[in-house]
């Protein structure tokens, strides 16, 4: 079983609408889940982190941590083209103090 | 501010070649970490270091070779360069995790060639 596992893609929503990005994670003592966007050929920027169950928004986004499920999600609101990117799940692992990357999901937004 | 710093941006090796990726950060952070990306695909953990003088294996550490002389600097050395170590080298950076805040830092990537 993978640590960090999402779904590839890609993803396609229509402008405007909510895009919603999943992840799972094995190990029950991570503490620290983040999602990343990278555009193409860029390397990846953090756009939020969440510590603790339940929801952190910020502006168009929401993460949404259950961590009994071990579930980490992101929604993106009014989703616009230039949300095209890569959404990367993290998370810290408290097993061996260091930051693991899923895989990454393919998100295309349509105008 | 300029955050973390990797050089060269792009290098082209031939195959049994030997080199140095640099990686240098500037916010006095504990944790470093070098990853790879191949095409298409997400960061893979190649070493990473949670201060000077200590670093450990990630999930792909074959091939490679790291140290931490100063907590600003984390080199990862490559010996004897194969094809399959063609890929883009991220270097990142992180506060102490048990901080309120410790994502990580992305320098810009080295774009490497093995042929």
């Known amino acids: 079983q993978k640590e960090v596992e999402q779904n590839s893609g890609p993803l396609s929503v229509p402008e405007g609408a909510i895009a919603s990005l999943n992840c799972t994670y094995s190990?029950?003592?991570?503490?620290?889940f983040f999602w990343y966007r990278q555009y193409s050929g860029k390397s990846p920027e953090l756009i939020m982190s969440?510590?603790?169950?339940g929801d952190q928004e910020d502006g168009r986004f929401t993460a949404q941590l259950n961590k009994a499920s071990q579930y980490v999600s992101l929604l993106i609101r009014d989703s616009q083209p230039s949300d095209s990117a890569t959404y990367l799940c993290?998370?810290?692992?408290?097993?061996?103090?260091?930051?693991?990357f899923g895989a990454g999901t393919r998100l295309f937004v349509k105008a | 501010n300029a955050g973390v710093t990797q050089t060269p941006k792009f290098r082209i090796l031939k195959i049994g070649q030997s080199m140095t990726l640099q990686c240098a950060q500037d916010?006095?952070?504990?944790?470093m970490y070098w990853y790879r990306q191949d095409p298409g695909m997400g960061l893979k953990l190649i070493y990473y270091?949670?201060?000077?003088?200590?670093?450990d294996k990630g999930e792909v550490p074959n091939g490679y070779n790291v140290s931490r002389s100063t907590t600003e600097d984390f080199p990862l050395r490559l010996e004897l360069a194969a094809p399959s170590q063609t890929s883009v080298y991220f270097c990142?950076?992180?506060?102490?995790?048990?901080?309120?805040?410790?994502?990580?830092?992305f320098g810009q990537g080295t774009r490497l060639t093995v042929v």
């Open positions: 990142a950076s992180s506060p102490n995790p048990f901080q309120d805040r410790h994502e990580a830092f």
């Open positions: 969440i510590y603790s169950n």
């Open positions: 916010m006095n952070h504990n944790y």
């Open positions: 190990d029950r003592g991570s503490q620290s």
């Open positions: 993290a998370v810290f692992n408290t097993g061996g103090f260091k930051t693991i």
């Open positions: 270091s949670v201060g000077a003088g200590i670093t």
